[in-house]
């Protein structure tokens, strides 16, 4: 379906240019039965990852987030300096002060004095964070914005649990957004927090909770997740709010041309299928070639969509996703 603009309901947007990055490990799944010592293909079968990229414990994430905007400015050839705000949408920061925005700025090459700041919604923080974004630019306080998620989870994974260990690897997407004529933008967004959910997700240190002073484990830094319950929690939820979704909208799934998901993990995405009922030819999945990785999973996926020729004018996209918290976000967009 191609929607008719201008739209009554459109909070104009448009995403003009879009990027990513990986770190040069790439780590298979039979390399990790190895290490694992498990018989070989199990670790494929059981995380429907076929390899993933994983960073050195020397890498930068800055130097990561860098490089996936850096390349968005030279597939469309703009200009460093005409960035006039930079917003970092990850899940994980690189330090607890100051903002990982800042020391994505430092290595970014772009000017001094460009402001950035962080928004953290976990694995959905690039939704929330184009949510904003729009919002500024459409106050005429911001002309052009870059949008950057990347994490480095292989530095939180514990290797004991099996049941979160095999899924994730580490990457970093950038989109770089403007207002636009008013031809496109974002006809919807919903985000909903279901904080019953809290703790099926989690790295506790970091912050005021654990630290030296309060008590602190080397575990503590380690991500935490409960899998099944967390599973069953947003399978519970999440054919109510993509109603909610689609109908704040206007739109049926069966109008949405491009379905962008959080690569959450291969029964996630299979849900969508299934129980959700969007086709495949519809859904972008990359999790196989990438895993879980976290914030970068939804503007990577986005990015593959856009340079794979499955984003077109009028024809609406939709991100979703389910993050900690326990969070559901998400948006659907006319390109």
Request: overall charge neutral; proline content about 5%; hydrophobic content about 45%.
């Amino acid at each position: 379906m191609t929607v008719s603009s201008p739209h009554a309901a459109l909070l104009p947007l448009k995403i003009i240019a879009t990027g990513v990055a990986l770190p040069p490990g790439r780590v298979d799944s039979s390399a990790l039965d190895t290490l694992l010592n498990k018989p070989a293909g199990y670790v494929e079968k059981r995380s429907g990852v076929l390899h993933r990229f994983h960073a050195t414990t020397e890498a930068s994430q800055a130097e990561l987030a860098s490089q996936a905007l850096k390349d968005a400015l030279a597939r469309q050839h703009l200009p460093a300096d005409s960035i006039d705000l930079l917003i970092s949408a990850s899940a994980v920061p690189m330090q607890a002060l100051p903002c990982t925005a800042a020391l994505i700025l430092k290595v970014s090459g772009l000017p001094s004095g460009t402001p950035g700041f962080d928004i953290n919604c976990s694995c959905v923080s690039f939704i929330t964070a184009l949510q904003v974004a729009a919002g500024l630019l459409n106050t005429g306080i911001y002309r052009r914005i870059a949008i950057v998620s990347a994490d480095l989870v292989s530095r939180g994974i514990d290797w004991d649990d099996e049941e979160s260990s095999l899924i994730f690897g580490d990457g970093a997407a950038c989109a770089i957004v403007e207002r636009g004529d008013g031809s496109s933008g974002i006809l919807s967004s919903l985000v909903e927090t279901y904080p019953e959910g809290s703790d099926l997700c989690e790295i506790q240190a970091g912050g005021t909770r654990r630290n030296p002073r309060a008590g602190i484990s080397d575990r503590d830094f380690l991500f935490h997740m409960k899998g099944k319950q967390l599973f069953r929690q947003a399978a519970a939820l999440i054919e109510g709010y993509l109603a909610r979704l689609l109908a704040s909208s206007g739109l049926t799934l069966a109008e949405i041309a491009t379905v962008v998901p959080h690569q959450a993990s291969h029964l996630s995405l299979e849900h969508m299928r299934r129980r959700l009922g969007v086709p495949s030819e519809v859904l972008v999945d990359i999790y196989r070639y990438h895993g879980n990785q976290v914030s970068a999973s939804i503007p990577t996926a986005l990015h593959t969509a856009f340079t794979t020729g499955r984003v077109n004018p009028g024809k609406p996209v939709m991100l979703i996703g389910t993050a900690a918290g326990l969070t559901l976000a998400g948006m659907v967009l006319l390109p």
